[in-house]
């Protein structure tokens, strides 16, 4: 395969395997191989050897011309991968079909255009590579060419294997101007789509059919009777925290539309929250009772999805272990019964106790997913470790997020923060084995809670290690924001992505987090 106009048309390569054949030897031979090949045809078919042939000895001439020189080489073999998919005068078949677009241009010149246009007098080019009229030119070869072969490589006369390169005056302008109208249409569909209250994105929705799904098999099971079980998948939507006098509760609702009213109905042991036209959110018994001297104080949201009660205890001064009946000490509460400290390797919960605890007083069960603490007229504690659904299913017998046989628990003697006598139980909770997989491939960090993308944001990564302290909606600092308000202080958990936060109490309106110091701004506004 040469490089002149003659040496391209005469090729007769439908394989584009004519070369090696010629010289007799495989695609994948070395450059000292087509060589000594050469050599060998060359004295068998010179025109001065017995037996020999002119025309023979040309077409040993041709192949080793192609395949003795890199470049030519490279491009013949290029060539040879593609040949099937274009029409080269004579190798490859021409492509049917070029009446319709034909007809179809016409068309469109007659309907756009204004054009009073006679099919049977027009002179129609087509392309030289595929058969299909042609609409434009190559600026390289002057070839005349169809738009789907601009896409393809092609080559003509003294012209080598090239792309098409075309002239379209304005076409780029032409494009840009459609790419910027279709981002303003998606951004003015995106800004309406948020100026509708009733706008729900995919996960809202999906949300919305979750919460729904949970709330209808619960009243197929209990039927329109108060709850006296704990269920996470209902329980996830509000959280609670108290002061010497109120108990707060903060509620998602993930049914609330702004249109559409949210029912609240409490009387002294029993609290009903239910939108319109939806199942209720909650519907429980409350674990200590409350007071009918004083008012309740409700605030809903603008959009009627987050919800906050303000309910006064019937005994001031008295601290509940749990906001509904059934519940485990602590769950769904702003500060849990114990201090929690992890790190790659570690979990650590702390409690304190009264000193009259014994150890036979303890029950501690370090379960494969979960943890139950049981003290004796105490404590009576269940919580679920998160765990790393892919990489469960991934190897379901192998995956565990707590190594059973290192995990252990032991009760101390110890001080109370104003120097009182008391117990200390600690549970150590120690991480599994790295696996291969982690050390290998993710640089030795754990697929584990604290490397969690949360809700999809890769900016805040972590998940807290127990599942019924996860705070998804965003009600923690509702909660902080309403007892800072009556007291003056309020208890800040640690966030997972804070690596070096700490759960403390706060006093200071300019140590609170970001986003409680604006729920405060909000309900101080309100009251004014």
């Known amino acids: 395969m040469g490089t002149t106009g003659a040496a391209w048309d005469d090729v007769e390569d439908l394989e584009g395997t004519l070369h090696y054949e010629v010289l007799g030897i495989d695609r994948r031979a070395t450059a000292e191989e087509v060589r000594r090949a050469f050599r060998e045809k060359a004295r068998l078919h010179h025109p001065d050897k017995p037996g020999g042939s002119a025309e023979k000895f040309a077409e040993v001439k041709r192949a080793y011309e192609t395949l003795g020189n890199e470049e030519r080489r490279r491009v013949y073999d290029t060539w040879q991968k593609s040949v099937e998919f274009r029409h080269v005068r004579g190798v490859a078949s021409r492509f049917e079909g ?36 042609a609409t434009t030119q190559c600026w390289t070869c002057k070839m005349d060419i169809c738009e789907f072969c601009t896409l393809k490589r092609h080559w003509k006369g003294e012209f080598g294997l090239h792309w098409p390169l075309v002239n379209k005056p304005g076409h780029m302008l032409e494009q840009l101007g459609r790419k910027e109208m279709e981002k303003k249409r998606i951004e003015d569909a995106r800004r309406l789509e948020l100026e509708d ?38 329980a996830r939507y509000y959280m609670w925290a108290q002061t010497s006098s109120c108990v707060y509760i903060a509620v998602y609702v ?57 309910l006064p205890k019937a005994a001031p001064g008295e601290a509940w272990k749990r906001l509904f009946r059934g519940d485990p000490d602590g769950a769904r509460c702003l500060e849990t019964p114990y201090t929690i400290a992890e790190d790659a390797d570690n979990v650590i919960l702390e409690f304190r106790l009264p000193f009259w ?53 032991c009760l101390d003697e110890d001080e109370d923060e104003g120097g009182e006598p008391c117990k200390c139980l600690l549970v150590n909770l120690v ?12 640089k030795r960090r754990r697929n584990d809670n604290l490397n969690a993308e949360r809700n999809g944001d890769r900016t805040k990564k972590g998940c807290r290690f127990f599942v019924e302290d996860e705070d998804e909606f965003q009600l923690e600092p509702l909660l902080q924001g309403l007892c800072f308000m009556e007291t003056g202080s309020t208890y800040v958990p640690k966030k997972p992505w ?17 986003d409680t110091r604006g729920v405060l701004e909000s309900l101080l506004d309100l009251q004014e």
């Open 98 to 133: 070029g009446e319709d677009l034909m007809l179809d241009e016409f068309e469109k010149r007659i309907t756009l255009d204004g054009l009073e246009v006679d099919p049977r007098t027009q002179l129609v080019v087509v392309c030289e590579v595929c058969g299909r009229p």
């Open 197 to 234: 209250p009733n706008f729900r994105s995919d996960s809202e929705l999906k949300e919305i059919r979750n919460f729904k799904d949970a709330a209808y098999e619960l009243i197929q099971d209990l039927g329109d009777g108060v709850r006296v079980t704990f269920d996470l998948r209902m």
């Open 254 to 310: 993930p049914t609330g539309y702004q249109d559409q009213e949210v029912f609240f109905e409490c009387t002294a042991h029993e609290v009903r929250l239910q939108p319109e036209n939806s199942p209720p959110v909650v519907h429980r018994m409350l674990d200590g009772a409350i007071s009918s001297e004083f008012p309740i104080q409700v605030r809903r949201s603008d959009d009627r999805r987050i919800f906050t009660a303000a």
């Open 357 to 409: 605890i014994e150890a036979g007083d303890v029950r501690v069960d370090i379960g494969p997913r979960a943890l139950t603490v049981s003290v004796t007229n105490e404590l009576s504690l269940h919580k679920t470790y998160w765990r790393n659904k892919e990489e469960e299913k991934r190897s379901p017998r192998e995956y565990e997020v707590v190594d059973l046989q290192e995990s252990m628990w």
């Open 431 to 442: 991480k599994p084995p790295l696996t291969e997989s982690e050390i290998m491939w993710k």
């Open 498 to 514: 804070d690596s070096r936060g700490i759960s403390k109490t706060v006093s200071d309106v300019d140590l609170l987090p970001e």
